[in-house]
Each structure stands twice: as structure tokens, then as C-alpha cells.
């Protein structure tokens, strides 16, 4: 998730094109401030930067940014647009993610037509400010016992407790700090990347 509030080192697009070397497999555009044109003039160059790369690119919170940049989808906080009305206005075919913070709002998110779920906060976290408190694991195993959705998991997560997070069974994990605060966010991203697949390569040898 790229963000300029936390640094100003990087502009979206850096950070775009520097994750995406590093290992990304998914951009979501992070940003509350600005115009809407500025936004969607930004959201342009990132989806181009990952169409390039043939890389998912995402669109935080508006519906409207997302359909002029065309990109692959949305995702959604709870008191954001609505995920039914969202599908209405993004078609069948554009990826849709929602936020949850509890079990309940997983199931909702999930009865609302979303594909995937945003779970967490995991650990304490300051890049966001509304984050709720953290929940820990316990959740994360919650949702996946209920949800048949992805699951991918937010809040705190850094190269050291991915490895941990990952064997919850979760589909995968966002950051926001861990990539966009460092002072190389391109080898940041290929830590984070190599500690994800540790610990995917460590259980498939114990399944073998």
C-alpha cells in the first residue's frame, strides 16, 4: 500500500515501481489528501507502471478514482462505499476487497459480494490512525474457519512476524510501513517477500 503522508522520499509512482522489483504482486493506492484529479492523474501512472509489470493494481477507498484510472479493483474500509453498489458500478470482472476488524464484519464483507477480506489490525500499528486494536492471531484463525474468502492479513506486519502470520493459513499479507518507511523500499519488499515464502517452503517440506 503506497502512502506519502509517513515519508515524502518517495512519490506513489516510486514506491509502485520499487515494490513491484522487489516482489509485489499487488499495488493499492493509499492516499486521503488532494484532489480528486490529482488522484486520478496519479492512479493513471501506477496502473500503467503495474499493467507493465503484470501486476495487480488497487484502488483504497474511491470508487470513482478507480473506474477513470481503470484499474483492477477497490478496497473498501466499512464506513466507506458500499461493496454491493461498488459491483454495481465496477462490473463482475474488477476485484473487490473489504476491511474487517472483527469476525462479524468479515461475514459481512463476504455476504456483500466482496472477493477478498482485508483482516486485522494483526499487531499494534501506526500508519493508520483508525486502525482498531490489534487482535492478534486469534482473528485472523477466526475468519479462516468462517470465510471462504481470501484472507489477507494488515496491521504491523514486518520481515520478522511474516513467517508467523503466514502460517495462519492466510492467503497473504499488506504493509504499509514495512515497505514505504525504509530507506530501500525495493530490498524491504524482498525481505518481506523471502520471509513469506520461508515459511511456505518450511510447510510444504512437512507435508512431503
Known amino acids: 500500500m503506497t502512502d506519502t503522508v509517513l515519508q515524502s522520499g518517495f512519490s506513489h509512482v516510486d514506491l509502485t515501481r ?15 489528501t488532494g484532489t480528486t484529479r490529482e488522484m486520478i492523474d ?9 499493467t507493465a509489470a503484470g501486476v495487480t493494481f488497487i484502488v483504497n477507498d474511491r470508487v470513482d478514482v478507480a473506474i477513470a484510472a481503470e484499474a483492477d479493483g477497490v478496497h473498501l474500509g466499512q464506513d466507506d462505499f458500499p461493496i454491493q453498489l461498488a459491483r454495481t458500478l465496477l462490473g463482475e470482472d474488477r476485484v473487490i476487497g473489504g476491511s474487517a476488524g472483527t469476525l462479524e464484519e468479515a461475514l459481512k464483507c463476504e455476504s456483500e459480494g466482496a472477493d477478498y477480506v482485508g483482516c486485522g489490525p494483526v499487531y499494534p500499528t501506526t500508519s493508520k490512525h483508525d486502525a482498531g486494536p490489534a487482535s492478534g492471531l486469534v482473528l485472523l484463525k477466526q475468519v479462516m474457519a468462517r470465510v471462504s474468502l481470501p484472507v489477507i492479513a494488515i496491521g504491523g506486519i514486518t520481515a520478522e ?7 495462519s493459513g492466510i492467503h497473504g499479507i499488506a504493509v504499509i510501513s514495512a515497505v514505504c518507511c525504509q530507506l530501500d523500499p525495493e530490498a524491504a519488499t524482498r525481505t518481506l517477500r523471502r520471509a513469506m515464502e520461508s515459511r511456505q517452503t518450511s510447510d510444504r517440506e512437512t507435508h512431503e
Do not use: S, Y
Open 18 to 32: 520499487l515494490a513491484i522489483a522487489g516482489g509485489a504482486d499487488t499495488i493499492q493506492l493509499r492516499q486521503k
Open 42 to 50: 496519479v492512479a493513471r501512472e501506477m496502473k500503467r507502471v503495474c
Open 161 to 167: 512476524n511474516a513467517p508467523e502470520v503466514m502460517a
